[in-house]
């Protein structure tokens, strides 16, 4: 099963855990595109991806 973690840039906290793959920008619509820890506005265009072998 293949899933991704969307994370905040600023303070590291993981914003949402996907277990389907889809856009970050329909991930970041249930917070309103904000990190719910610090506040951070989050810009789906901002987002790049990296792959960890679990």
């Not at 840039?9 to 996907?18: A, E, F, I, L, P």
Request: net charge positive; charged share 20%.
């Amino acid at each position: 099963m293949l899933s991704a973690d969307v994370v905040c840039g600023k303070c590291g906290s993981v914003v949402y855990q996907m277990r389907m793959l889809k856009s970050v920008k329909d991930a970041l619509r249930g917070t309103n595109s904000r990190c719910p820890v610090c506040g951070a506005a989050l810009n789906p265009a901002d987002f790049s991806v990296s792959l960890n072998k679990r």
